[in-house]
């Protein structure tokens, strides 16, 4: 029987991208590739649990909710991510999977009612030159990206990538906690970038805390 390593399972509003402020089902895998400086949910390195699909599917199934974002870590590190991903979708749910971006984003392109919302990683997270810079140019219009902008430096960088790769996706430039919005959002005025400057709604709602 599959399973995977799930860190937890929780119901809450989505804080980030195009699916911000609407109540989602979350799904965090356990165990991250990367280590980026500013990360917020260092407690998803290690500790999980083993579940099966049968026992992940009857646990969500208590919300009456049809989205999931599945989150990390990193999930696509996990070995049975596929067959979570086919569950999920034939029993009729609508999938973001959030993905740091180091990983290929091309065996899952095929799935229906799957978005991605990929990371570009600046070199503030020290974690830059691990982006699989391939993925970009496989985006489509239902994907998005998000830019975690901690400096004028990380800021160019993005905005470079972007600039090179042709992107079809909505993109956002979203502050490390604690950077200024307003910084951000003068920058993509000044630059008429067509790009969104994001927040993380859920840590406006409850702080930064586990399980929301
Ligand atoms: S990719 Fe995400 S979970 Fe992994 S270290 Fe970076 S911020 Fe943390």
């Not at 509003?13 to 109540?23: D, H, N, S, V, Y």
């Not at 974002?69 to 973001?96: A, H, K, M, W």
């Not at 079809?168 to 005025?189: D, K, M, R």
């Not at 400057?197 to 409850?206: A, E, N």
Request: net charge negative; charged share 20%.
């Amino acid at each position: 029987m599959s399973s995977l390593l799930i860190n937890e399972i929780f119901y809450s509003i989505q804080g980030e991208g195009k699916w911000m402020g609407l109540p989602n089902i979350f799904i965090r895998t356990t165990g991250c590739n990367l280590r980026c400086s500013y990360c917020d949910t260092t407690y998803a390195y290690k500790n999980g649990e083993e579940k099966s699909l049968e026992e992940i599917l009857e646990e969500i199934s208590k919300f009456y909710c049809k989205k999931i974002c599945v989150t990390g870590g990193e999930p696509l590190i996990q070995d049975n991510i596929s067959e979570l991903f086919t569950l999920l979708i034939d029993n009729g749910y609508l999938l973001c999977l959030e993905t740091n971006g180091s990983k290929s984003v091309e065996p899952y392109l095929e799935y229906k009612n799957l978005f991605f919302s990929l990371d570009i990683k600046c070199p503030s997270s020290e974690m830059h030159e691990n982006i699989y810079l391939s993925n970009l140019k496989m985006l489509r219009p239902i994907d998005q990206i998000k830019c975690i902008i901690g400096d004028r430096k990380d800021y160019e960088y993005a905005k470079q990538i972007l600039s090179d790769n042709n992107i079809s996706c909505n993109v956002f430039f979203q502050p490390i906690w604690g950077f200024s919005l307003q910084t951000i959002s003068n920058w993509v005025l000044e630059d008429n970038l067509p790009y969104y400057v994001g927040i993380q709604l859920h840590k406006y709602i409850w702080g930064c805390t586990t399980g929301k």
